[in-house]
């Protein structure tokens, strides 16, 4: 046998190999859809408006501390609905100064101005809105897929839909309930001083103070392991975010047997501000605000200089760990509504799997039959490329993680047809050189030459198409669009280098060779 056959087939030998041992077991190699292992379907609707309202919040603020450092009285500065922030000045003497101070603030527009009664609006440009809704869904998303990644769903679909909705399919997921608390949570993490001037009971009668407001959180009853609420009477003002969190990692609480606590740690600019913070409030509490819920309100007993602190609750190590993927991923700029619920049973993608197997095997059977009947010897030949051209479809599939779906079932039946159609090809060709009265050795190396121009530019144009749907398409398209390739791909080898050597194995390697069965 010639060296460069042997190396063929010692190529070939490796692929089937290679091939193999990625399939190997087979139920865990390869990812299945939502369509065909079940999982859950949510659509999302973020609710955008309140992260533009937390913005001028956020501005509101600033604008109170600009006219105080040019020292204007204010009486009063707050948000009226969204994006328009009202100032009323303490006196209308301080009006020059005082549209001096906010000019720089260029992303709003002053409306109703009433100088005698040192009073105006500041209205948030139109433009900005839009851009803040944008930001808060691509924020959104890029959160919760961040989250979604570290939970560990294999090949889930995030994407956005319309102008502020968000579509996830989370194949395989087990506890449907757990996966929606974790993408669903805002996760604003808060650090806040407790109020000591007013007590629970006057917060509970009404007797609030604007600068602060009642939060509750939870305790457990170490005997009866009853739940009650906890109120706390917290200062409004936030002094540190989950923003300047670097770390958030589960730890088993110390002081709790079988409870576990999140620890967190700050970045630079965190671990100053924590430890300013800390330094000047030494003997008062610090609320732990999670959603606004606190979590805990421990006392600061010294200045804390290293930017560590932990959150305890009476955590699970589940409830502990999807807290901790939360934090890290960071919070969502605004929170968001579950617009649409579907469970996909496994049972239906039982049923899905079954009947595309069947689709699949009986066009294959008939292929087979008709190449064998049709073709004879070489017909064969083309059936084992073909069953090798399924076996590197699905190792390909396994090797880069790829979901196969029920399109994607679709796109490997058409592959099939794909397949015999290059190699109906190659065969049509022979006969062609045969019928030209050219000897059979002759008439297979013209056929394959000539053949083999048509074949790859058949193939790379549907691999073109494939790479479209794969760049544009949804995920249902995507599926289609992936086995699509990826089995063009495999029939591009098989079809002309395979199917090549196993002609150069059976009828090339004769001393004297009469005739082809074709």
């Known amino acids: 046998m010639p060296r460069h056959l042997r190396v063929r087939i010692a190529f070939v030998l490796l692929v089937v190999a290679v091939s193999i041992w990625y399939l190997y077991p087979l139920k865990s190699a390869l990812n299945l859809g939502l369509d065909l292992q079940g999982g859950i379907h949510l659509m999302l609707g973020v609710e955008a408006d309140k992260h533009v309202a937390s913005q ?172 009650r609420k906890v109120p706390y009477v917290i200062q409004k003002r936030t002094l540190l975010t989950g923003a300047e969190l670097t770390r958030a990692e589960v730890q088993a609480d110390p002081n709790s047997l079988g409870n576990w606590q999140v620890a967190i740690e700050f970045t630079s600019a965190g671990t100053r501000i924590f430890g300013e913070l800390t330094e000047q409030n030494v003997g008062k509490r610090l609320a732990i605000i999670l959603d606004g819920n606190v979590y805990s309100a421990p006392r600061i007993n010294e200045r804390i200089p290293s930017g560590r602190a932990v959150i ?137 030459r000539r053949a083999f121009r048509t074949i790859v530019d058949t193939h790379l144009t549907v691999m073109g198409t494939a790479i479209i749907l794969l760049s544009f398409g949804t995920s249902s398209v995507k599926g289609f669009g992936v086995s699509l390739f990826i089995g063009l791909g495999a029939s591009l080898f098989t079809a002309y280098f395979f199917t090549r050597l196993l002609f150069d194995i059976v009828y090339m390697g004769r001393r004297k060779l009469e005739q082809v069965s074709i």
């Open 56 to 227: 001028t919040d956020r501005t509101a603020e600033d604008v109170k501390k600009a006219l105080e450092r040019k020292g204007i009285g204010v009486q009063r500065v707050a948000r009226e609905g969204n994006s328009t922030i009202q100032v009323e000045l303490a006196s209308p003497q301080s009006w020059n100064d005082a549209l001096t101070a906010v000019a720089e603030f260029s992303t709003f527009t002053r409306r109703d101005e009433n100088q005698a009664a040192g009073r105006f609006k500041l209205v948030m440009a139109d433009r900005q809105i839009l851009q803040l809704r944008d930001d808060a869904v691509r924020q959104g998303l890029e959160t919760i897929r961040n989250r979604v990644d570290q939970f560990g769903v294999a090949e889930p679909t995030i994407t956005r839909q319309g102008a502020d909705q968000i579509l996830i399919q989370l194949p395989g997921i087990q506890d449907p309930a757990r996966a929606k608390a974790l993408i669903g949570k805002t996760a604003l993490l808060e650090f806040k001083m407790l109020d000591d001037q007013t007590s629970v009971d006057q917060a509970q009668a009404g007797q609030l103070p604007e600068s602060s407001e009642l939060l509750y959180g939870r305790e457990i009853d170490k005997q009866t392991k009853a739940e």
């Open 312 to 448: 305890t609750g009476h955590f699970t190590v589940d409830d502990a760990r999807d807290l901790a993927i939360v934090l890290r991923a960071g919070a969502l700029p605004a929170p968001v509504v579950l617009l649409e619920e579907r469970t996909v049973g496994p049972s239906l993608g039982a049923d899905s799997i079954r009947q595309g197997l069947i689709a699949i095997t009986a066009s294959a059977v008939v292929v087979f039959v008709f190449m064998l009947v049709y073709y004879r010897l070489s017909g064969l030949i083309a059936d084992i490329a073909l069953g090798l051209n399924l076996l590197m479809l699905f190792a390909f599939m396994a090797a880069i993680r790829a979901t196969l779906t029920l399109p994607g079932l679709a796109g490997i039946a058409l592959t099939i047809g794909m397949a015999v159609d290059t190699n109906i090809l190659i065969f049509e060709r022979i006969r062609e050189e045969l019928r030209l009265g050219k000897s059979p050795r002759s008439a297979i190396e013209s056929g394959f």
